[in-house]
């Protein structure tokens, strides 16, 4: 296997440096594992900007609820190891717990605005506990560019903001969402899906493509969404958290497609939260 592991800031700054002494670029790919085509996209991007490429792999506890599936979240390090060796990925960094927060862990890195609604408001805490974490993995590792998932677009638009706000030295590269065949965008919390619920999750990305061709024919937006909601209860979706047209940059809500918009939705299929976004392309 050519794909080292390192478990250590210090090795992996070690790695890196090394590299740099060689003038290589680095591209960082940051995951909670159980990887899946949609995280190795990301891995081959970053392979395509940089000479060099590197994963991360950590199930950050601090972006978890208290009643969230931390404790559960897929953990098979052995089999996203083969992955991303087969994809040419050069380092794993796959710190434990110990290492990302040392006893007497004090400081958090928070946002306002982008992450004030959707995600923010349904997942208390969350946005907090990931700005910290990708700020300590873009400062472990200063590579030149990292590579995010528009899966997550309210997640990649925080981190974009950040580094700006932060200044720091790294630049956000966004990937589109990868899907299955039906639709339905790959994601880790996927495997949680009895085989019924699994039939019914491609409804999601209907819905928001649906309500994203409506807002660019003009039709009216609050009778649409609302119609995609009952088709999605109908189709056996628990509860809709939120389907809504935003602004593409500020996520704000928007009235009318007057400017680049995305379609962000979050919703229950019995005990599974799934999330999915578009794009809404002025005509
Ligand atoms: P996670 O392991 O869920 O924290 O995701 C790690 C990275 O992979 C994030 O930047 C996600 O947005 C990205 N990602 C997750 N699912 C997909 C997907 N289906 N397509 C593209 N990127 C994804």
Request: glycine share 10%; proline share 3%; no cysteine.
């Given at each position: 296997m050519a794909l080292k592991t390192v478990r250590s800031v210090a090795e992996l700054r070690a790695a890196v440096a090394a590299w740099r002494r060689a003038g290589e670029s680095v591209g960082l790919v940051p995951t909670m594992g159980a990887l899946h085509r949609g995280h190795i996209s990301l891995v081959e991007a970053a392979r395509t900007h940089c000479r060099r490429s590197i994963a991360t792999i950590f199930v950050n506890p601090?972006?978890?609820?208290?009643?969230?599936d931390f404790a559960r979240y897929p953990r098979q390090e052995e089999q996203d190891r083969t992955l991303l060796d087969a994809v040419g990925c050069d380092l794993l960094f796959a710190p434990p717990l110990s290492e990302m927060y040392?006893?007497?862990?004090a400081t958090t890195v928070s946002l306002v605005g982008v992450t004030d609604r959707w995600e923010g408001e349904a997942r208390p805490g969350h946005f907090a506990g990931v700005a910290t974490v990708v700020t300590k993995l873009l400062l472990q590792a200063m590579a030149d560019k990292a590579f995010f998932g528009e899966k997550d677009y309210q997640q990649l638009q925080s981190v974009k903001r950040m580094v700006r706000d932060l200044d720091i030295p790294v630049e956000i590269v966004g990937c589109p969402t990868v899907r299955d065949a039906d639709g339905l965008a790959l994601s880790s919390?996927?495997?949680?899906?009895?085989e019924t619920e699994r039939k019914v999750a491609p409804a999601l990305y209907r819905a928001i493509t649906g309500v994203a061709a409506a807002a660019r024919e003009g039709h009216d937006l609050d009778a649409t969404i609302e119609a995609a909601t009952a088709a999605l209860l109908k189709a056996?979706?628990?509860?809709?958290d939120y389907l809504a047209l935003v602004?593409?940059?500020?996520?704000a809500p928007l009235?009318?497609?007057?400017?680049p918009g995305r379609v962000l939705a979050a919703a229950k299929l019995g005990a599974v939260r799934l999330i999915d976004n578009v794009a809404a392309i002025p005509r």
């Open positions: 601090k972006q978890f609820g208290p009643r969230e040392a006893e007497g862990f919390r996927n495997a949680y899906l009895s056996g979706f628990a509860a809709v602004d593409a940059a500020t996520l009235a009318t497609l007057d400017r």
